[in-house]
């Protein structure tokens, strides 16, 4: 592994997801499973698009709602549309505070927390994104990577 590759690294979903809970806990902002699949999405395409690696470990699928992790999905789904009442999702991983990884979690909160589900639902939906192109091939269809990193490369 070159020492690029060690310095970026991908990250299981509920390891992402246990930040975003911390941060919305912190700034009292309620999160529900379609909220936090989007704001999951957006940090992995601004991750991937500065490092060249993907931020999660398990690729978005195009779902009707826009961009969803199945394992994640999954996990959460008890919830229905409610808010997210466990504070922590179970895994060892952990992000370091220092990391690269960590400080686009932190923009990606800053900037869209105050986003409701459906507006970040609609900001993933837009003509030509990556969503837009795996969903046109049918729901479920993985979005690629490379359309991922050059969609937030612009």
């Not at 909160?109 to 969903?135: C, F, I, M, N």
Request: aromatic letters at 12%.
């Amino acid at each position: 592994m070159s020492e690029h590759q060690q310095a970026h690294r991908t990250y299981p979903s509920t390891a992402v997801a246990n930040c975003f809970l911390a941060l919305a806990k912190e700034d009292n902002i309620p999160l529900t499973n379609l909220k936090i699949q989007k704001l999951i999405y957006f940090a992995n395409g601004v991750y991937l698009a500065a490092t060249g690696v993907p931020l999660v470990d398990e690729p978005f699928q195009a779902w009707s709602y826009g961009p969803v992790l199945l394992k994640l999905y999954s996990l959460l789904r008890v919830f229905r549309n409610s808010p997210i009442t466990i504070e922590r999702l179970p895994t060892t991983e952990t992000i370091d505070t220092g990391s690269q990884a960590y400080a686009i979690i932190i923009g990606v909160w800053d900037r869209l927390k105050k986003y409701t589900a459906w507006q970040l639902v609609e900001l993933t939906h837009q003509d030509g994104s990556p969503w837009h192109k795996a969903v046109s091939k049918g729901r479920f269809t993985v979005i690629d990577n490379q359309d991922l990193k050059q969609y937030f490369s612009n």
